[in-house]
């Protein structure tokens, strides 16, 4: 891959800058255990039996955001698996001198770097001329953030000698089997920014995507089309992509709704409906999983329904279990498609790979340059 990896160098008694994502679900101010803590971990773990002193910095959520929080509960929960130490700091002093003291095998956990405005200017700063100095090598094992030029994912590379962590290294070799002219593409979820750049070779649309496709064709769903076309702006590009594509994308035929605290499945020929969408339906499903039958490489990005529900879960399970028993090449994309996984009882073994990434994954995918990874490169 052109990358310097933790196999290329004795790592023993070096200080080491390692860069993880560990974004994880908050609600009411509590952190949730995520894939994505479960996964740094990994590479922590794996940097003490090594006997590397391990520095790690990590994000959580954006400024603004009710999710844009502190790092001590992340701490708390990578404990769990690896003893690690919160420092509620940076770069001030209090984390100079965390830094300074590690010993062997031991990890600390530096505080959300995104508190910091050096994070979003990473032209040289503060905290890229303090951190240069202290360490030996820089490992950026994040491949969900390398989409970003952001200091603590394309500046440190320039100072610091830089290697691929052995989570990006796996998500790229996984990204790399994509045939995209010969996939198929389960586009769901409601990043419908990011999987416009996904509809090549054939799509298959659900969840709010799925509703979008069909609203950016002129179909009313009734109350559904008012509050989706109040948040995205996005459907005049929308039906310019579905009408280039033609027939190569399937958009669902039915629909569950929820009617009162119930499951009810309506065909597209009932709307309009004054109910809200909750998952695609039986019908829909059922014509799905014979263009999954069919497929050789999948990529599926997003869920196909509400899959926090239990009744609304099972257009996303149906899905997902046929791409297990397919034979194809399979990629879960997404954070929650792969929190999905584990609340259905699905093991992730039954796929090629998992990603905990989404617009770096479809920026990898669509061709476009990463500036985490050409950072690595230099």
């Known amino acids: 891959m052109g990358y310097k990896t933790i196999d290329n160098f004795n790592l023993k008694g070096k200080r080491v800058l ?65 003893k690690i130490k919160f420092v509620n700091d940076i770069m001030g002093e209090k984390a ?10 031991e990890a600390i956990l530096l505080e959300n770097v995104r508190f910091l405005k050096e994070e979003f200017e990473p032209s040289k700063n503060k905290l890229v001329a303090r951190f240069s100095k202290l360490f030996d090598f820089y490992i950026n094992d994040a491949f969900s953030v390398c989409h970003r030029d952001q200091t603590s994912v394309t500046r440190f590379p320039k100072f610091i000698k830089a290697l691929a962590g052995p989570n990006l290294i796996k998500e790229v070799e996984a990204l790399k089997k994509i045939r995209i002219k010969r996939a198929l593409f389960i586009l769901g979820g409601s990043k419908a920014e990011e999987n416009i750049l996904l509809m090549e070779g054939k799509v ?16 009313n769903f009734g109350s559904q089309n008012k509050f989706l076309k109040t948040k995205f702006s996005i459907l005049p590009e929308l039906k310019k992509k579905i009408d280039e594509i033609g027939k190569n994308i ?27 969408i909750y998952d695609v339906g039986e019908r829909t499903v059922k014509i799905y999983e014979k263009e999954i039958k069919q497929a050789k490489f999948i990529l599926m990005k997003g869920t196909a329904g509400y899959a926090e529900e239990k009744i609304f879960q099972k257009g996303t399970r149906k899905i997902l279990k046929a791409i297990a028993n397919s034979g194809a090449f399979s990629i879960l994309a997404g954070g929650h498609l792969s929190e999905a996984l584990s609340k259905l009882g699905i093991s992730e073994s039954k796929f090629n790979y998992v990603s905990l990434s989404g617009g770096a994954l479809v920026a990898y995918l669509s061709g476009k340059k990463l500036p985490g990874l050409e950072a690595l490169k230099k």
């Open 250 to 276: 399937k958009m669902p035929l039915d629909f569950a709704l929820k009617i009162k605290g119930m499951r009810v499945e309506i065909p597209l020929e009932k709307f309009p409906s004054n109910y809200e």
């Open 204 to 219: 298959l649309t659900c969840g709010i995507f799925g509703q979008l496709c069909h609203i950016a064709k002129g179909f």
């Open 96 to 105: 100079i001198s965390e830094i300074k003291k590690l010993k062997n095998g």
């Open 18 to 82: 390692l860069r993880v994502d560990i974004n994880s679900p908050v609600f009411n101010g509590k952190v949730f255990l995520s894939n994505r803590i479960k996964v740094a971990v990994r590479t922590i773990a794996e940097l003490k039996k090594r006997k590397v002193r391990v520095v790690v910095i990590a994000h959580q959520g954006r400024p603004g955001d009710s999710d844009f929080t502190s790092l001590k509960q992340h701490a708390n929960l990578i404990s769990k698996f690896t």
